[in-house]
């Protein structure tokens, strides 16, 4: 004959009122009692707010302690810390009327004689209910958590969609990225498009304040009000020098009006100024009191000549590498998008040359933190950056390699998001451009 498997043992709080009543019941739990744990409370309410450490399935109280709120005090007990409460037994030496009146509902009833083996099996009895209970609260709880679990896919699948599935890339040019969220859904984000007909490329990179969920939702909503914001406002004559709008040696720098030889036009303000702007309008007059906002770098390039204009919304400044070994910040010309109404965003210039390239990211690079909290850091990112600009593939791969080496073991802390751009050198160009002859 098979062996019965050992029972759980039952925890139990007696409610001692020094009656004779509660006498009768201790003896009867003491009495052979070694799959069940006692402990005693003074009172009803003693026992109910709970005795540190034990983990009651029962508490036994004389029926003349029960109140009318007796019922309903486990019952709040359960909802303020999410738990089953413990069962009430009321024990009297018999049953009148005025005691099934003053029952509440929920409570059961044990009647002498206190028999040991009587009193024990009604013990187990509601002990397995509670178990049983427990039961039923986590599996309902496990749903729940599934069904978060698939709506958090969804909008991560929803989110990925987002992001661009290939990156343009005019003649000449290579652009390449890299995004790890955190967690299922991030807030950081990246974009590339063309405009004006595929002469002109705009690209950006951001990081909303936050993470998880709330942080995700409000990405999508910077980047669709960013991008439909550029592609409104398309018309940049004003950037092509075959236009006779402006020439190359025009200083377009944001800066002292009187200091400089030529103001920006008002049509060149168009994808850059009104996407930016206009997105700080949109969310602060329609969403302030969700307290979100984004740091953003958005840049437009010409293709043709390198030329580079770009706002910086209290993002990360993006660095230039230069062939020369010389490099160049990109720094902030503005605040961050969403933070302050009618804020005033300037217009940055810079050019591309021939094998520069332009590595832009967000703060989850150099606050990547090591199993012994220690940051990547500003100097090492740059030095990997430094050794890795061949191509715009190799520069983000080699940094994401060494940020994961740093990171180790560790949990990831923030968003990595990376994007570089580089203008090849005229022979890669040339060579990219030449079909290969089979052998």
Not at 45 to 55: S, T, V
Not at 217 to 228: C, E, Q
Not at 243 to 255: H, N, R
């Amino acid at each position: 004959m098979a062996e019965q498997p050992a029972r759980t043992p039952a925890r139990v709080v007696l409610v001692d009122d020094a009656s004779e009543a509660a006498g009768a019941v201790g003896r009867a739990l003491a009495n052979g009692a070694a799959a069940i744990e006692t402990r005693s409370a003074a009172s009803l309410a003693e026992a109910l707010a709970g005795i540190e450490g034990f983990d009651a399935d029962v508490i036994l109280v004389g029926s003349e302690q029960l109140g009318s709120q007796a019922g309903a005090a486990p019952r709040a007990r359960s909802a303020a810390n999410g738990a089953v409460a413990a069962l009430l037994l009321a024990y009297a030496p018999a049953f009148t009327p005025e005691l099934g009146r003053a029952l509440p509902d929920g409570v059961d009833v044990l009647l002498a004689p206190f028999l040991p083996e009587l009193v024990r099996a009604r013990i187990h009895a509601l002990a397995e209910r509670r178990r049983l209970q427990y039961q039923l609260l986590e599996r309902a709880v496990d749903e729940e958590l599934l069904k978060l679990e698939r709506d958090v896919q969804i909008g991560r699948t929803i989110q990925l969609g987002f992001l661009p599935s290939s990156l343009p890339e005019p003649k000449g040019w290579q652009v390449h990225a890299c995004f790890r969220p955190a967690r299922e859904v991030a807030g950081d984000f990246y974009d590339a498009f063309e405009l004006v007909n595929g002469r002109r490329l705009g690209f950006l990179i951001a990081d909303v304040c936050d993470k998880g969920v709330g942080a995700a939702l409000f990405m999508a909503l910077f980047r669709s009000l960013i991008r439909s914001g550029a592609q409104q406002h398309t018309s940049l004559s004003w950037m092509d020098p075959r236009s006779g709008s402006v020439t190359e040696d025009k200083d377009w720098l944001a800066g002292d009006p009187s200091q400089r030889r030529q103001s920006l036009p008002t049509i060149g303000t168009g994808s850059l100024m009104n996407a930016i702007a206009g997105t700080n309008d949109y969310i602060l007059a329609n969403h302030m009191e969700q307290g979100y906002f984004a740091t953003v770098f958005f840049a437009v390039l010409d293709p043709s000549n390198g030329t580079l204009l770009y706002i910086n919304g209290g993002h990360n400044p993006p660095v230039v590498l230069r062939t020369d070994g010389s490099s160049e910040s990109l720094k902030t010309t503005g605040p961050a998008v969403g933070m302050i109404p009618g804020a005033k965003f300037r217009i940055g210039q810079t050019r591309l040359r021939p094998g520069d390239v332009l590595f832009a990211y967000t703060d989850g690079v150099p606050d990547a933190r090591s199993s012994d909290g220690e940051f990547y850091g500003l100097e090492r990112m740059l030095e990997s950056v430094h050794r890795g600009t061949a191509s715009a593939r190799e520069l983000i791969e080699g940094v994401e390699a060494h940020v994961t080496r740093h990171i180790a073991d560790a949990p990831q802390f923030d968003d990595i998001t990376m994007l570089a751009v580089r203008r090849q050198l005229t022979s890669e160009a040339d060579e990219a451009s030449t079909p290969s002859i089979a052998t």
